[in-house]
């Protein structure tokens, strides 16, 4: 975070004179009370609180002791007014109750909290619209965002790119930073794996239109098809969510496929219990894999084969590349993209292909 002023104020009081003892409570304890009892200037205090690894390790030691023994607490408006830092970085998901995001959300507020910054959860309702309504009318309460798996069109995101700083998860936009799980390499792996086991007819279950790693996935199990020879189909796109389980397993039986590719998890968790009702056999007639290995992913019945992601630390990622570009603002065009690995992590939904369909 930047440097505070000189007079930036906080719980506690100063002591008289160079020692911490005989601590008063008459008033908040300031920096420069700071710099009076470990002999350096208010600067360096301020440094030292802020941005510790410009400052020499001993003395960085010896301030952030006093200023624990001082019982020194930031004051947040006293430096945003000098600095024009809020110390508040937002985090905007498309679904809150989606499991995939807790993982991010833990990240990020890890790496925030560690660096003095407070997490602000935004809740976009998978709605482009509304992404772009909250972040414009939270702008002057923010440092950042972090947008993940934002809905806005292209042109959208640039523009406000250059409004405010920020970074997306899952979204790759030529001038915006971002960090991408790779799932569509990920699906490349989930395709060999059924291949492997027999599987000619696959089909894909889509998700929104909208999600830009809904797209992005679907050309990575094209091309995959394309080197093995076969030509897959697509079913949907379905609603984001579990309730979407049922459409799109009546829609794989109907297609008459042998094993699915899911959007997400989600999607493949709700369709375990239609597959059940129609008297289906998962593996034995269909073969089911799922995207983002979220909670309760291996404890469903049966336990899902699904693309694994490091979700916690693209949460951590991005939140440090945003406050890199803080703590070094540019006006050049920004292109940054970190690419974290997909594993797929076989459980019991895929098996070999039947001899025939099952029963529809």
Same mark, same amino acid.
């Given at each position: 975070?930047?440097?505070?002023?000189?007079?930036?104020?906080?719980?506690?009081?100063? #002591?008289?004179?160079?020692?911490?003892?005989?601590? =008063?409570?008459? *008033?908040? @304890?300031?920096?420069?009370? $700071?710099?009076?009892? !470990?002999?350096?200037?208010?600067s360096?205090?301020?440094?030292?609180?802020?941005?510790?690894?410009?400052?020499?390790?001993?003395?960085?030691?010896r301030i952030?002791?006093?200023?624990?023994?001082?019982?020194?607490?930031?004051?947040?408006?006293?430096?945003?007014?000098?600095?024009?830092?809020?110390?508040?970085?937002?985090?905007?998901?498309?679904?809150?109750?989606?499991?995939?995001?807790?993982?991010?959300?833990?990240?990020?507020?890890?790496?925030?909290?560690?660096?003095?910054?407070?997490?602000?959860?935004?809740?976009?309702?998978?709605?482009?619209?509304?992404?772009?309504?909250?972040?414009?009318?939270?702008?002057?309460?923010?440092?950042?965002?972090?947008?993940?798996?934002?809905?806005?069109?292209?042109?959208?995101?640039?523009?406000?790119? #250059?409004?405010?700083?920020?970074?997306?998860?899952? =979204?790759?936009? *030529?001038? @915006?930073?971002?960090?991408? $799980?790779?799932?569509? !390499?990920?699906?490349?792996?989930?395709?060999?794996?059924?291949?492997?086991?027999?599987?000619?007819?696959?089909?894909?279950?889509?998700?929104?239109?909208?999600?830009?790693?809904?797209?992005?996935?679907?050309?990575?199990?094209?091309?995959?098809?394309?080197?093995?020879?076969?030509?897959?189909r697509?079913?949907?796109?379905?609603?984001?969510?579990r309730?979407?389980?049922?459409?799109?397993a009546?829609?794989?039986?109907?297609?008459?496929?042998?094993?699915?590719?899911?959007?997400?998890?989600?999607?493949?968790?709700?369709?375990?219990?239609?597959?059940?009702?129609?008297?289906?056999?998962?593996?034995?007639?269909?073969?089911?894999?799922?995207?983002?290995?979220?909670?309760?992913?291996?404890?469903?019945?049966?336990?899902?084969?699904?693309?694994? #992601?490091?979700i916690?630390?693209?949460?951590?990622?991005?939140?440090?590349?945003?406050?890199?570009?803080?703590d070094?603002?540019?006006?050049?065009?920004?292109?940054?993209?970190?690419?974290?690995?997909?594993?797929?992590?076989?459980?019991?939904?895929?098996?070999?292909?039947?001899?025939?369909?099952?029963?529809?």
């Amino acid at each position: 975070m930047g440097s505070g002023p000189p007079g930036e104020t906080g719980s506690g009081s100063p #002591g008289d004179g160079g020692g911490t003892e005989g601590v =008063r409570r008459a *008033r908040p @304890v300031t920096i420069t009370d $700071i710099a009076r009892v !470990t002999g350096v200037v208010p600067s360096t205090v301020s440094r030292a609180l802020n941005k510790p690894g410009r400052v020499n390790p001993a003395t960085r030691d010896r301030i952030q002791a006093a200023a624990r023994e001082l019982n020194y607490v930031p004051n947040s408006q006293a430096r945003a007014l000098i600095s024009g830092r809020t110390g508040t970085i937002a985090v905007l998901v498309s679904d809150v109750t989606n499991p995939f995001y807790f993982g991010l959300i833990r990240g990020a507020q890890q790496r925030l909290k560690a660096t003095g910054y407070a997490q602000l959860l935004i809740d976009t309702e998978d709605s482009g619209e509304h992404e772009a309504e909250m972040l414009h009318k939270m702008r002057r309460s923010l440092d950042g965002a972090i947008l993940a798996a934002s809905r806005l069109p292209e042109g959208a995101l640039t523009t406000l790119a #250059g409004e405010i700083p920020l970074v997306t998860v899952n =979204r790759n936009v *030529r001038g @915006v930073q971002s960090v991408v $799980i790779d799932t569509p !390499t990920g699906i490349g792996l989930a395709v060999e794996h059924l291949v492997n086991l027999g599987h000619r007819d696959i089909v894909y279950v889509a998700g929104p239109d909208t999600a830009w790693s809904n797209r992005a996935r679907w050309r990575s199990m094209c091309a995959a098809g394309e080197r093995y020879g076969h030509r897959f189909r697509q079913v949907g796109p379905f609603p984001r969510g579990r309730r979407s389980g049922t459409a799109a397993a009546d829609a794989v039986l109907a297609a008459g496929a042998t094993a699915c590719i899911c959007f997400n998890d989600l999607f493949a968790i709700g369709m375990l219990p239609r597959l059940r009702e129609r008297g289906v056999d998962v593996p034995g007639d269909l073969s089911v894999i799922g995207c983002d290995d979220i909670f309760g992913a291996d404890f469903c019945h049966p336990p899902l084969t699904t693309l694994t #992601g490091p979700i916690e630390q693209a949460g951590e990622v991005a939140v440090a590349m945003l406050l890199a570009r803080l703590d070094e603002p540019t006006t050049e065009p920004v292109r940054r993209t970190v690419i974290l690995p997909a594993t797929l992590t076989i459980r019991e939904s895929t098996g070999p292909a039947p001899d025939r369909p099952a029963a529809r």
